[in-house]
């Protein structure tokens, strides 16, 4: 197959590129602007991962337009070359995030729940609208809701490891917000599932089955590490250093499960945080 990835220089782009390749794919890798009808015709697959990363810095109100601006508009510009080429993919993945449904309490969240009113859920509300304008009885979307991808060498998880290092780790803020994640070899398999079967479309909840508290998710990270995990991050403190960023990644977070996924057959490789972090620290 032929498959396009926008915006695959990145942590997630880069594998999923490796791995399709490793399978005898032709994989073509773009930046986030560029692509034209005539990079699309033909393809198999479009997979888009382009946009600005959500935790770089501070979210100044510019700062929140590049977040917003990067992802609607790299959307957009494959959309309309997806809709302008002679012979457009079969399917189009298109990245979103658990962010969608807002900051939650405990109750399990699946695709069917609706969006939050924070400034993360409607960038995602606006991203997926870019991109279910591909949509058409020729070509499948699928809007691939990413929680906490896990591995070492990018990603949230390396910047967590500093304090635990030191044996200053612990819970953020009250530590009982929930925190979906995924191992990036599952989601680098999830995505390519998604590519390969025609059953998915629409939302999927790319997380593990079994999302975790902060707290047990900071319990777990220092046994792997072999470190304690009883400090906690006060969240005022987190607020005055991060500012509205804070909440939207830290002190707030969703039960997300993965219901479309597990429905349609998609086996999990890590299915619980343990055996996550002890594949990535062994």
């Not at 510019?62 to 510009?77: E, N, W």
């Not at 606006?126 to 060498?153: F, I, M, N, P």
């Not at 995505?191 to 593990?208: D, F, H, L």
């Amino acid at each position: 197959m032929k498959i396009l990835i926008a915006g695959g220089t990145g942590f997630l782009g880069r594998p999923l590129a490796a791995a399709l390749a490793a399978e005898g794919h032709d994989v073509a890798v773009r930046g986030r602007s560029g692509v034209a009808a005539s990079d699309i015709d033909g393809a198999s697959a479009v997979v888009n991962l382009a946009g600005e990363s959500i935790a770089g810095r501070r979210w100044t109100a510019a700062q929140k337009q590049r977040i917003l601006d990067s992802r609607v508009q790299a959307t957009r510009s494959l959309v309309t070359a997806i809709q302008g080429a002679a012979a457009p993919p079969p399917v189009f993945i298109s990245g979103s995030a658990v962010g969608y449904y807002g900051p939650l309490g405990d109750a399990a969240v699946t695709e069917e729940a609706p969006a939050g009113s924070d400034f993360l859920a409607q960038v995602c509300v606006q991203w997926e609208r870019e991109a279910l304008l591909a949509a058409s009885d020729r070509t499948r979307v699928v809007c691939v809701r990413t929680g906490l991808v896990l591995e070492k060498d990018g990603g949230a998880l390396p910047q967590m490891l500093p304090p635990f290092k030191f044996g200053a780790g612990g819970p953020v803020g009250s530590g009982r917000q929930y925190w979906p994640w995924i191992h990036r070899d599952d989601w680098i398999a999830l995505a390519r599932w998604a590519i390969k079967t025609p059953a998915v479309s629409g939302p999927i909840n790319a997380t593990a089955p079994t999302p975790v508290t902060n707290a047990d998710f900071a319990r777990a990270l220092g046994r792997a590490m072999h470190r304690p995990a009883f400090m906690p991050a006060p969240g005022f403190a987190l607020r005055l250093l991060l500012g509205e960023m804070a909440d939207g990644l830290l002190l707030s977070g969703q039960r997300a499960v993965p219901a479309k996924a597990t429905r349609l057959g998609f086996q999990f490789k890590y299915v619980n945080l343990k055996d996550a972090l002890q594949a990535i620290f062994s």
